[in-house]
């Protein structure tokens, strides 16, 4: 089994920033690409960015690449998300997964809980 267990959301007003942490337990990450997801309530989940399992590549939505970095230390099991230059548009429950180096969601296998993140404008 595996749990995921992201932290870090809040209230920011605009133009500011956020780091969002994703703690994995029970199994270790480091053979898994990992990914962040986020959801407004009655929209479908969308792709954020994903890190592939030593970290050496990445990819981004257009909505978020030059704003925000996904990182990962294997040592901790943990995977980040820096968030930079927040706009009122990033407002979203943000969710990490466990699965394929994917824009897909249908390509990861758990997911955590998600954390809300608000941005005030």
């Known amino acids: 089994q595996v749990h995921l267990v992201e932290s870090g959301g809040g209230l920011v007003q605009a133009g500011g920033s956020l780091r969002l942490s994703c703690a994995g337990s029970g199994r270790t990450l480091n053979m898994y690409s990992m990914g962040w997801f986020r959801q407004t309530p009655g929209e479908q989940r969308s792709f954020v960015a994903t890190?592939?399992?030593?970290?050496?590549?990445?990819i981004y939505d257009a909505s978020v690449k030059g704003r925000f970095t996904i990182s990962r230390d294997n040592a901790k099991n943990t995977v980040n998300l820096q968030m930079n230059s927040l706009k009122p548009e990033d407002t979203a429950v943000y969710y990490c997964?466990?699965?394929?180096?994917?824009?897909?969601?249908?390509?990861?296998?758990?997911w955590g809980q998600g954390t809300q993140v608000t941005v005030s404008s």
């Open positions: 997964a466990v699965g394929s180096y994917s824009r897909n969601s249908q390509d990861y296998r758990a």
């Open positions: 890190i592939s399992p030593n970290g050496a590549n990445t």
